[in-house]
Each structure stands twice: as C-alpha cells, then as structure tokens.
C-alpha cells in the first residue's frame, strides 16, 4: 500500500510571541489529499507546539514515499495481513561479503541417477550446499564475535521470532554513521531496531562493498541501554568496514546478548511500526553465523 510524505515551508506564530519557519521539512501524511490546515495540525503534533496561534502552509507537495514514523500521523490502514519479504536469494557464486566465498551448489543425487532406485515416474532431488555462514541475509549469534558466547543452538525463539519492528529510515541521511540523533524519536526497547538506509540497491555490484552506512559505536550502546532485542541493517556490514577494525556495533550489541541481522532488504516495504520480525537460524551448535529468511508479518492497522 503506498505511503505518503509531505514536503513544504511553513510559519508558525505563537499566542505569546515569536515563531519559527520550516523549509523543504518532510512529514508523513496518512493521505496524498490533505488541506494546509490539516498538514498544519499535523506538523503541530509531531513537534509537540505549545500555544500555537496559527500556521501558514506557504508551499507544500506531496511524493509517494515510505513513512519515518512522524510523531501524531494516522497510519495508513491495511486491509489484509501481508508478508513483506526482508531477505536476499541465495544462488551459486553469489558474493555476499567481499572477500569471503560464495555458496558452492551441486548435485549430490540427481533426478536422473534417482530414477532407478524408485517405481517408474518417480524421482528426487538432494543437492548439497557448501557456504560459509555470512552468505545472503544472515544472523549473527554473540558467538560469532565471544568465544563464549550464546550459539545459533542457544538462542532463544523469542530473541529472533515474533519480535516487534521500528523500523529507522536514513535513507536520506548525508552521513554514513547512524548516531543517536537518528534514533532519538524512537522507543527501542523489547523491539527489533531495523536501519532502513537503502543500501541494499547495490546488492550484487561492486558498489555494494564500497564505504556504506553503519551504525556508530555511541548509537550501539544506546540501543544496548535501552534495551533492544535484535538489531538489523540493510548495508553490508553494521560496522564501518572500512574504517574501524574495532567492529564496536558488533562488539557492543553481541556482548549484551542482542543478535546482529546484516544485509537486509525491502525494508521499504516495512511500516516504521506495527510489524513483526521473524528471523530464526537454524540451532547449528558451536556455530555464531547462518542465513535466514526474514520477513515482516504486517497486520491490519487495529488489528
């Protein structure tokens, strides 16, 4: 279903004086079709203004664009359940993380070689896959950075299914790290913090392994505080790979027992809230890292 968000300049006057001007502010609006005074109600509650005594719309147009999660705005309602795929494919060769190998898949029984083995007209199929655990849209387990971390085996279904989505659109951010600012409007806790920043348009081209958006290590420890479960980012790391060999998101967030969800996709197809995350590995044990098939359950708005 489309979303919509408004682009406009605006005046504020206040009862007791003064005022501020907006430009080029953006907002999310529950209608493509929204009068000034509407728009200007909706840019009062999502500031939080005291004692307004009116607000002129001096421009304004509205764009199909995914909501950000404006404070006061209606979400647009759902008319059926939806599954939003968050998950890349995996195929033959494939490169996930420069460097590391693709996924190697072959036959280990072909369909011809099954034939004589069953009835006639029946036959099978068993391939084998052989890929390191970083291949597609993986998990990270506290393992995979502490030796004596959680495993895949470990966790919990409640620290990867079910879990309630925020999902935090950078998409337009001039910077690459996510600090704390970008994450001030949300409530992390108990919630799957998903970082929108539309990286994922380079998957498979070589721009998808250039300097990419990452969370920085001051935003890392406000979700730990704040007690996050799970934290997922559409770039290909949620470290600066290029920059800090500290790896201070992974560190931070696998010590405080929070699974790392790395390349993810269609995160613009995701309401800001009101979905859910399913994310779960297989229980490999002795084993930090395995691909998924994440997806977001979206309900009907009320339901």
């Not at 005022?19 to 728009?39: I, N, S, Y």
């Not at 387990?141 to 659109?169: C, K, M, N, W």
């Not at 704040?226 to 790896?247: E, F, K, Q, T, Y």
């Amino acid at each position: 279903m489309t979303e919509y968000r408004a682009v406009f300049d605006a005046e504020v006057a206040f009862l007791n004086g003064g005022g501020l001007q907006t430009q080029g502010f953006r907002l999310d609006v529950p209608a493509p079709d929204l009068t000034d005074d509407q728009l200007g109600e909706l840019l009062v509650a999502h500031l939080g203004l005291l004692m307004v005594d009116h607000v002129r719309i001096v421009s304004s147009q509205v764009v199909a664009e995914p909501h950000k999660g404006s404070r006061g705005v209606p979400v647009s309602r759902q008319q059926q359940t939806r599954l939003v795929e968050l998950n890349h494919v995996i195929q033959a060769g494939m490169t996930t993380y420069p460097g590391l190998p693709g996924p190697e898949i072959t036959p280990h029984l072909t369909r011809a070689a099954s034939r004589k083995r069953y009835a006639p007209g029946v036959e099978f199929a068993i391939d084998r896959i052989s890929m390191v655990g970083n291949t597609g849209t993986y998990l990270d387990s506290p393992y995979h950075r502490f030796e004596h971390g959680q495993d895949l085996a470990g966790l919990e279904l409640t620290d990867v299914a079910d879990l309630p989505i925020v999902v935090v659109r950078v998409t337009d951010s001039r910077e690459r790290g996510i600090g704390p600012n970008a994450l001030a409007a949300i409530d992390p806790s108990g919630k799957a913090v998903l970082l929108h920043t539309g990286w994922d348009r380079h998957w498979g081209t070589e721009a998808y392994g250039d300097p990419a958006p990452f969370l920085t290590e001051q935003a890392a420890q406000m979700l730990a505080d704040a007690g996050a479960r799970l934290v997922g980012i559409d770039s290909v790391n949620i470290d600066d790979a290029h920059g800090d060999g500290r790896r201070p998101a992974h560190s931070i967030l696998l010590g405080a027992g929070i699974p790392v969800l790395e390349h993810l996709t269609g995160l613009k197809d995701a309401p800001v809230t009101g979905a859910r995350l399913h994310a779960a590995p297989p229980r490999v044990r002795a084993f930090g890292t395995f691909p998924v098939r994440a997806y977001a359950v979206v309900e009907p708005s009320g339901a």
